[in-house]
């Protein structure tokens, strides 16, 4: 079903916070995360999980903060290795949001468009190896890095 009407930052977040921790349209249906493709000019320029917090910006309703997930090589325990000097929260200065079925359709100020839809294939891989990363870390460590308020 596509949803085409505008969304505000708070249901623009809502749906974020439904597709980056697996919630689906019905109380029945699980997603497995979210993964963000960029495009400029219809041409696709990034893709990368997201890891599972987003958040509107306090002073810019129209900036949302996510963490696009970039691995790094692998750990000693047979993880791959994730940096958080590489895996950096990033803003997204949203002109316009909308619903499309189940992914969000963001036009960014910059004039590209951004797709934050279901994680599949090799983004799905590295969005589960990441939340292993994170069982590995205490939790003031999970809450900071949840927070997205710095780097």
């Known amino acids: 079903m596509t949803d085409s009407h505008q969304l505000s930052p708070a249901q623009l977040i809502a ?16 997603l497995p995360g979210a993964e963000l493709v960029v495009f400029d000019d219809d041409r ?3 893709r990368a999980a997201l890891a599972r917090h987003a958040r509107l910006d306090d002073e810019d309703p129209d900036v949302i903060w ?7 090589g692998g750990s000693g325990s047979g993880l791959p290795g994730f940096d958080l000097a590489i895996v950096r929260r990033r803003a997204l200065h949203v ?5 499309d079925g189940r992914r969000v ?4 100020v910059t004039g590209q ?3 934050v839809r279901p994680a599949r294939g090799p983004q799905l891989a590295v969005l589960q190896d990441f939340d292993t990363w994170m069982t590995t870390l205490t939790a ?12």
């Open 113 to 115: 468009r951004a797709h």
């Open 44 to 46: 696709e320029v990034f």
């Open 95 to 99: 002109a316009a949001a909308r619903r």
């Open 105 to 108: 359709v963001l036009d960014l």
């Open 15 to 30: 749906v974020m916070d439904d597709l980056l921790t697996g919630r689906g349209d019905d109380a029945g249906h699980d």
């Open 66 to 72: 996510i963490r696009p997930i970039v691995t790094t």
């Open 140 to 151: 003031a460590q999970r809450a900071e890095i949840g927070a997205l308020d710095h780097d």
